[in-house]
């Protein structure tokens, strides 16, 4: 994994929160396609994103995937395998997330917009031809040079 660490110091955005929180973004794919929903009425809004969502307390990782997916897609996802992180602050918002990557295996079902307050839709992309503007923790993990399993 590549680091983006440069060993200066920086200035700290001014937080609301108290601590940084998890999230949980979830590559479902297709055909060599990801799925990708454009979010509005919440943080990031008008930009795409992995379905997930916040690691409840004494949640396991798989079990927020399985659930987020459910909750956003309809989709149902069997088990995930780890894929990766990244550290996401959001300065404009004053929130910090750290965020974990997971690839979802065995599912089944056809997405569909669950929640209509928080995603416009789901569409399929090529990792090459990503829209555009990403949800910050996908543009934070492609700048890293994640590549997607095939």
């Known amino acids: 994994m590549v680091s983006s ?5 920086k200035l700290k955005p001014k937080m609301t929160q108290e601590a940084a929180k998890v999230g949980v973004g979830v590559f479902i794919v297709r055909d ?39 909750e956003e897609t309809g989709i149902e996802v069997a088990g995930v395998t780890h894929l990766a992180f990244t550290n996401d602050i959001f300065a404009a918002e004053g929130k910090h997330y750290v965020t974990l990557f997971v690839l979802a295996e065995d599912w089944q079902g056809e997405p569909a917009v669950m929640e209509p307050t928080k995603c416009k839709g789901w569409e399929w992309f090529d990792w090459n031809r990503l829209p555009a503007p990403l949800f910050t923790p996908l543009e934070n993990l492609k700048a890293q040079g994640f590549v997607l399993p095939t």
């Open 32 to 70: 060599g396609r990801l799925l990708l929903g454009e979010r509005h009425g919440s943080h990031g809004a008008g930009t795409w994103a992995l379905p997930g969502g916040h690691l409840e307390l004494g949640e396991s990782i798989e079990s927020c995937a399985r659930r987020e997916v459910l």
């Open 5 to 9: 660490y440069s060993g200066q110091r």
